[in-house]
C-alpha cells in the first residue's frame, strides 16, 4: 500500500498531474475531475448504491486517479474531515495499490486481497483502489480472481486501468466499467487559462497533450516545447537518404527529449526533498523512498514515450497535409503508415535509437 505523507500532492494519472484545491472542493468531491462530466454523473448515481469492484478504463492523464480518489470521498466521507482525507489518499478506509516495477506481480495482488479481507476503521465501507491494472501478470490477474468474484461485504475495489488487454477479461467481464475518453481540447484549454498559463503557446500545449490534462500541466512548464515540435516537423525537409543524416537526426531528436525532462525532474526533486525534510523530522521511510524512487523512474520512461508520441503525430501530421498533392500522395500514405507502426512498437519498450533510425530512414526523401 501507497502511504502517503501529509500534504502529499498524488499523481492522477500520469507525470505533472496533482490534485490542485483539495480544501475547495470537500464539499463537492467531483469538482477536480475535469473534462469527464457524464463520469461525474455516473460515479455519483453510483455511489449511493455501490456494488463490489468497477474498473476504470482509458488513456493516461484522463482523471481516473483522480475519479477514484472523489469516488473514495463519496462512498466514506461522512464530513469534511474525511471527506479531505479520502480525496488526498489518506483516509484509514482507502487503500491505495500501485505496481513498484513494470507490471503488478503477484505478490502485490496479495496484499490487494490481504487489505480487502480487513474491516473498516472508521466506517462500514473501505475502498481499495488498484492503479495500472493493465499490466498485472497473468498470475496475479488470477489471484484477483477469487477476491472480485466474491469480494468481502465492507469493500469496494476500484481497478484503474490503460485498457483491458484480453487475459483480463475474466476480471474485468465481473466489474462495472467505467469508460473515460481523452478530455476534449476544449476542455484543456479552459483549464489551462482558468490556471493562468499564458496564451502565448497554449496551441502547442494542447496539440501535444493530446487530451492528457497531466501532461498539459507539466508542457506549461516546459520552455521548450515549440522548439521540439519545430524540430520534428522539420525532419522531413532534411532526409537525404543518407544514415549519417538520420544518425545526426536522431542524436538531435534525442537531446531535446533529455531536455524536455526537465520540468518533471524539477517536479520529483521537490517531493524529494520533502521527503527527506519528514524523514529528519520522524526517521528514514525507507519503503516510502522506495516507493517514490520507482514511481520516479517510470514518470521519467512514460513521459520519453509522450515525447516520442508527440514526435511521431508531428510527422504524420506533416505527410498529412500532402496528401491533397496528387504526385506525392503515395509516399505520404507509405510515410503514415511507416509512423503508425513505429508508433505501435512503443508499447514494447524498444531501442529508442535504433527505433528512429529505422523510421527516418524509411521515410522518403524530400
Same mark, same amino acid.
Request: aromatic residues 4%; charged residues 30%; glycine residues 6%.
Given at each position: ?36 462530466? !457524464? #463520469? /461525474?454523473?455516473?460515479?455519483?448515481? /453510483? ?28 462512498? %466514506? ?5 474525511? @471527506? ?21 506481480? #503477484? ?28 499490466? +498485472? ?5 488470477? =489471484? ?31 466489474? %462495472? ?12 484549454? @479552459? ?6 498559463? *499564458? ?13 492528457? #490534462? ?9 520552455? =521548450? &516545447? *515549440? ?18 543524416? #538520420?544518425?545526426? &537526426? ?6 531535446? %527529449? ?21 524523514? +529528519? ?7 516510502? !523512498? ?6 520516479? @523512474? ?10 516520442? @508520441? ?21 509516399? /505520404?500514405?507509405?510515410?503514415?503508415? !511507416? ?28
Amino acid at each position: 500500500m501507497s502511504d502517503l505523507l501529509p500534504g502529499d500532492e498524488r499523481q492522477s494519472d500520469s507525470p505533472g498531474e496533482a490534485l490542485p484545491g483539495i480544501d475547495d472542493a470537500v464539499d463537492d468531491v467531483w469538482a477536480q475531475l475535469e473534462g469527464q462530466p !457524464r #463520469v /461525474a454523473q455516473l460515479l455519483a448515481s /453510483a455511489a449511493a448504491q455501490p456494488v463490489h469492484a468497477y474498473l476504470f478504463c482509458g488513456p493516461r492523464g484522463t482523471g481516473k486517479r483522480t475519479a477514484a480518489m472523489a469516488f473514495a470521498a463519496s462512498l %466514506i466521507g461522512v464530513d469534511s474531515r474525511s @471527506r479531505r482525507l479520502a480525496l488526498s489518499g489518506r483516509h484509514p478506509d482507502l487503500s491505495i495499490h500501485e505496481p513498484e516495477g513494470r507490471t503488478l506481480r #503477484v505478490a502485490e495482488a496479495d496484499e490487494i486481497i490481504f487489505e480487502a479481507s480487513r474491516s473498516p476503521v472508521e466506517g462500514n465501507l473501505k475502498v481499495i483502489v488498484c492503479d495500472r491494472f493493465h499490466t +498485472a501478470e497473468p498470475e496475479a490477474v488470477a =489471484s484477483l480472481l477469487k477476491t472480485i468474484e466474491e469480494p468481502p461485504p465492507t469493500a469496494v475495489i476500484v481497478l484503474l486501468s490503460e485498457e483491458i488487454p484480453p487475459d483480463h477479461n475474466t476480471v474485468a467481464s465481473r466489474c %462495472i466499467i467505467v469508460e473515460f475518453d481523452p478530455v476534449p481540447d476544449d476542455d484543456v484549454r @479552459r483549464i489551462l487559462e482558468r490556471e493562468g498559463v *499564458s496564451l502565448e503557446g497554449l496551441d502547442d500545449i494542447v496539440a501535444a497533450a493530446a487530451g492528457d #490534462v497531466s501532461r498539459a500541466r507539466l508542457l506549461a512548464t516546459d520552455v =521548450s &516545447l *515549440s522548439a521540439r515540435r519545430q524540430a520534428w516537423a522539420g525532419a522531413p525537409a532534411r532526409l537525404d537518404g543518407t544514415g549519417a543524416t #538520420v544518425s545526426a &537526426l536522431v542524436d538531435e531528436l534525442r537531446a531535446l %527529449i533529455d531536455e524536455a525532462q526537465a520540468p518533471l525532474t524539477a517536479r520529483q526533486q521537490a517531493e524529494s526533498d520533502d521527503l527527506t525534510r519528514v524523514e +529528519a523530522d520522524v526517521g528514514p521511510q525507507g519503503r516510502l !523512498r522506495r516507493e517514490m524512487d520507482a514511481r520516479h @523512474r517510470r514518470e521519467q520512461r512514460l513521459l520519453r514515450v509522450d515525447e516520442l @508520441r508527440f514526435g511521431m503525430a508531428t510527422l504524420a501530421a506533416f505527410y498529412r497535409q500532402q496528401i491533397p498533392d496528387e504526385r506525392h500522395l503515395q509516399e /505520404a500514405l507509405a510515410a503514415i503508415s !511507416r509512423i503508425r507502426d513505429a508508433h505501435a512498437c512503443l508499447v514494447r519498450n524498444p531501442n529508442e535509437p535504433l527505433l528512429l533510425q529505422s523510421l527516418f530512414l524509411s521515410l522518403p526523401r524530400q
